[in-house]
């Protein structure tokens, strides 16, 4: 019996939308830039799955003149605590200086403290009488109110105040300013406010909007559940298909495995036939939650870091302004291709 040989390349339909940018994210980001006049420290969050496709650059562009604190949200889905990781973590720091970078897992108390410090050693060296004040920002669905919800929990042993969920736009206005260190006798209080979520108004790539989707960051019916469920299915044959052994063996063809999949977790249709469309949002789902392997959909290296932040510039300003940047780069690869063929 021949050896499983995993697809090197995902094919993808150009036609797939690449825009989740929706009103009140313009709303939301004008909010947010009136209300930088007493904000001392932006904290922005990134999905640890996608730290390069979840960063968005209109943050950098609208939010600039502040200091800002990249948090890498959601390791315990990404990470498996190897020298690996942690090679790529430094990485990764050392890229996005003068900023400076922590890596969170929300339900971790001892995570959750480095970011309390972190905002406390912050808020003394402004040394303000009137308490500092953070905003929290981010894509849809990187687990902003999640990390506020557990600052608050931890920095002041008080229950949650912002709702989360599955799906992203929970949070769709800037909230109230919530309080998430107190003052003690030698500091003020500090404060932070959670913001909704903002996409990039152009996806460059369909890959990268399928990583988006992937993670959450646009609602499950936007992107078909088969295409996602595909798109997964070409990751954890990359990574090790073994952890989808008790459904189905090794396979590329995701209707194959849909199909078993189904009939193992009974999800049926009249007759016994397969329901492949639930089965791969399951299938979805069960990876999000961290019970499919652990592992990151960008691939981190300095190259592609350098290649990001090029194919990026430009997209932080209008959806017309950043789909002319793309068409630009497109036609300007183009040419590179055909000058290295010839």
Known sequence: MASFVPRTVFQSSDSLQRSYFLGH???????????????????????????????????????RGRERLIVYTKQDLG??????????????????????????????????????KYAANHATAKDSVVGSRMMVVGMPNVGKSSLLNSLRQVGMHKKKVAHTGAQPGVTRKIGTTVKIIEKTANAEAVYLVDTPGVFIPYVPNVE???KLALCGSVKDTVIPPTTLAD??????????????????????????????????TGR??????PDVEASALWMVHRWRNGHLGKFLLDEVTLAKLE??????QG????????????????????????????
């Open 25 to 63: 994210h313009q709303k939301g980001l004008t909010k947010m830039r009136t209300m930088l006049s007493y904000i001392d420290l932006i904290i922005e969050c990134r999905d640890y799955r996608v730290p390069l496709t979840s960063r968005n650059p209109l943050f950098e562009e609208n939010l």
């Open 79 to 116: 990470s498996n605590g190897t020298r690996r990781d942690a090679k790529r973590e430094d990485l990764i720091k050392q890229w996005q200086r003068p900023s400076s970078v922590l890596f969170s897992d929300h339900k971790e108390k001892r995570s959750v403290r480095e970011v309390l």
């Open 208 to 210: 990268s909007m399928l």
């Open 231 to 264: 798109f997964l299915l070409y990751h954890l044959n990359l990574y090790n298909p073994a952890v989808y052994a008790q459904y189905a063996p090794p396979t590329n063809d995701i209707v194959e495995f849909l199909e078993a999949l189904g009939r193992k």
């Open 268 to 273: 049926l249709q009249k007759g016994g036939i």
């Open 307 to 312: 290649a990001d932040r090029r194919d990026t």
């Open 315 to 342: 997209l932080g300003g209008s959806l017309s302004q950043a789909r002319r940047v793309e068409k630009q780069a497109r036609i300007q690869r183009s040419k590179q291709r055909y000058l290295d063929s010839g």
